[in-house]
């Protein structure tokens, strides 16, 4: 008996690469990244010339005001410290749930991922190398005030005395940078009609990025064209869609695809076949 229904795939039929492996790869890029960071530091005069560059930059464009989004939180002490919060406890524990989920079910898509999220923590650190700034907190000029300082929580000591971290690397914002990546993914390998509102996750960090004085709209802006780039570049796994709504990787070869055009329709093999048959029995 032939079966005529198609059988259910799984939602990624790519194999996972090794677990130790991935762990392995994934940490020693995020202590290069922050080593690399690290070697930014003490800039601090050019940190500020380039603070007031960009801040004369977006006042050039008609960008609007940072405090638009922070005066809101300064007239809520609770709405600045779950920004705050967000800001320290969200980022990185997404990011790092979004790439174990899609390792677990999205194998294929998890590599390419991981491929652009690399490619744009690369990219953003050459310009923290090469570009360093004063977040909008530290800039006097532009009157706005260092929420998590103020309010707290703060993830940043005196920058005269934070060793772990460097505060003169604001452009491009990772925060953001990640956040969309998160999304575009989670759009990418889901079919829910609710996904666009993944969306939500980078438009909610970008509020709290600019309302908190932590990154300038500049900072995000480039963050967003680096990922368009690595996109442009790291194109993700095709995938065809199964009657039981899930997804998985197209492995067939192109070579060994037959073109609809050259498939017979069914009503047209069942004689064939019965002939065949006939055949046989004589």
């Known amino acids: 008996m032939n079966r005529t229904e198609p059988e259910e795939a799984e939602p990624d039929a790519t194999a996972r690469p090794p677990l130790v492996r991935e762990f392995l790869l994934v940490a020693g890029l995020f202590l290069v990244y922050k080593f690399g960071r690290q070697l930014a530091t003490g800039h601090t005069g050019e940190a500020f010339r380039d603070a007031r560059r960009v801040w004369d930059l977006e006042r050039a464009v008609h960008l609007p005001g940072e405090g638009l989004v922070q005066a809101p939180l300064l007239h809520r002490e609770t709405l600045a410290h779950l920004a705050n919060t967000y800001y320290a406890t969200v980022h990185f524990p997404a990011t790092v749930a979004f790439l174990v989920w899609l390792y677990l079910r999205r194998p294929a898509h998890y590599i390419w991922a991981r491929r652009v999220l690399a490619a744009l923590t ?6 923290h190398l090469t570009f360093p700034l004063a977040p909008p907190r530290m800039l006097a ?9 103020v309010y ?5 000591g005196p920058p005269s005395s934070d060793h772990l971290s460097n505060q003169y ?4 914002s990772l925060h953001f940078g990640w956040a969309l990546m998160v999304a575009i993914g989670l759009i990418a390998t889901t079919r829910s009609r609710w996904r666009p509102l993944w969306l939500l996750h980078p438009l909610l960090t970008l509020l709290v990025i600019v309302g908190t004085a932590n990154h300038y709209w500049l900072d995000a802006i480039t963050a967003g064209a680096l990922l368009c780039l690595a996109l442009a570049v790291i194109r993700p796994p095709r995938r065809t869609a199964t009657t039981a709504g899930h997804v998985h990787e197209d492995r067939v070869p192109a070579q060994d695809r037959v073109p609809a055009q050259d498939r017979a329709p069914a009503q047209d093999r069942a004689p064939a076949k019965a002939l065949v048959s006939a055949g046989a029995v004589r």
């Open 169 to 172: 690397a604001a452009m491009p």
């Open 141 to 149: 000029a532009t009157g706005l005030v260092d929420t998590a300082r």
């Open 122 to 127: 690369a990219a953003a650190l050459v310009l």
């Open 152 to 156: 707290g929580p703060s993830v940043y």
